[in-house]
């Protein structure tokens, strides 16, 4: 495939932090190829598996974690990519590492960590991405990190637009390998960030149906549902299976959303007149995005979503264990470090603040289950509500 003049170049890219024997011309994949392997084959991308979407810890197999919408992400990211002429390998690296920094217990958890650790800086768990593919996850004898190329690491910084107040975990990975926070990144790490909007607007009503949390004769007096919900009803009228029309319902919403991104990202690019991907990175507006329109729409729909499903009494309570869970087990290791494993043991620095993010870092790596097996072990039984 033939890439658009303003698309990411791996040939032109600005390369690595460290350099690696062979370059970039060992075995047949370019920079961008093996930057989205080095992430699946990541041990912090494998956990993502048992890190929470929506659901702590859910009993039911068939409700989205971490990884699956890591997944489902760059999935429609690469959709959108082709279309606009980008590079698919960078949007699929950048949409498959999004959310690496995330730890146990979602959002709520990353609350806990945040709190825990103010006087240390705060934890953020978008710098906190920069950090382990920098500084953490090292399976190289020569550096640490994954040594990913400087395009991989400013999309990741910068996906969700300049950064302009970047926090400790930023400002750090910035002055190893300067990213130019106060720009746009390029078309891909833009790509990335509506392809996740789109993944868990849609993927969350799914799960939420599932799981009974969400009426669909309610949901559907969101206007955007409604129309897609009567075209699906019109178009099978003789589906006696609801299950069915659902997922019809959720695929038609994915359809419509990445079409108008598709059209109004190439409207936008086209005005911009912008003809490489530095011009992207100094164009000073986004442009890539759903028409004013569907912006609108899509406002609706988080609004109805966080009303009915994300604070929902039954998600609050769940965050709520699990937000004192962690914080409980912060406490633990913070006050007895020597009940971290051996390696997290040897390497906890003495002085602060780099003692709390060391504790930070370890806790921040754990898995809903793993975090819920050591506070049986350290603190005690937690009873966790009913899982989905």
């Not at 075995?27 to 912090?44: K, Y």
């Not at 009228?237 to 659902?246: E, I, K, M, S, Y």
């Not at 936008?268 to 004013?292: C, K, M, T, W, Y």
């Not at 604070?311 to 609050?316: G, K, Y």
Request: glycine share 8%.
């Amino acid at each position: 495939m033939t890439l658009a003049p303003y698309a990411a170049d791996p040939a032109a890219s600005r390369g690595r932090r460290h350099a690696e024997p062979g370059g970039e011309t060992r075995g047949p994949r370019d920079a961008f190829q093996r930057d989205r392997d080095r992430i699946v084959h990541a041990i912090a991308f494998r956990r993502l598996r048992h890190k929470t979407q929506v659901f702590v810890a859910p009993d039911g197999d068939h409700f989205r974690v971490r990884l699956t919408h890591s997944l489902e992400v760059a999935q429609i990211g690469r959709t959108i990519a082709r279309a606009l002429g980008l590079n698919e390998d960078l949007t699929e690296a950048l949409c498959l590492a999004h959310d690496i920094g995330h730890p146990p217990f979602g959002h709520a958890g990353e609350d806990a960590l945040k709190a825990a650790t103010m006087a240390a800086g705060g934890f953020d768990h978008n710098a906190h991405t920069l950090r382990i593919l920098t500084k953490l996850e090292s399976p190289y004898p020569g550096w640490d990190g994954l040594n990913l190329t400087w395009d991989m690491l400013e999309g990741l910084a910068k996906h969700n637009g300049p950064v302009r107040h970047p926090t400790w975990a930023m400002r750090e990975a910035d002055a190893d390998f300067p990213l130019a926070l106060e720009s746009w990144p390029s078309l891909e790490a833009q790509v990335a960030a509506i392809a996740d909007d789109i993944a868990y607007d849609n993927h969350d009503i799914d799960d939420g149906l599932r799981a009974g949390l969400l009426d669909l004769d309610a949901l559907c007096a969101v206007s955007f549902v409604g129309e897609r919900w009567r075209a699906v009803t019109a178009r099978h009228p003789d589906c006696a299976r609801p299950d069915r029309l659902r997922r019809e319902l959720v695929r038609d919403q994915i359809g419509a959303m990445v079409n108008d991104v598709i059209e109004e990202s190439r409207r936008r690019i086209a005005e911009s007149g912008v003809a490489a991907v530095d011009e992207v990175r100094g164009a000073g507006r986004q442009l890539v995005g759903f028409s004013p329109a569907m912006a609108a729409e899509e406002r609706a729909l988080k609004r109805y979503m966080y009303a009915t499903l994300y604070h929902s009494p039954s998600q609050m309570e769940v965050a709520e264990v699990a937000r004192g869970l962690l914080t409980r087990l912060i406490a633990a290791y913070t006050a007895d470090p020597e009940r971290l494993p051996p390696h997290w043991r040897s390497t906890l620095p003495e002085a602060e603040p780099a003692r709390t993010r060391h504790i930070a870092d370890f806790i921040a790596g754990m898995t809903d289950r793993y975090a819920i097996a050591r506070h049986v072990e350290l603190v005690g039984p937690v009873e966790m509500p009913k899982g989905f």
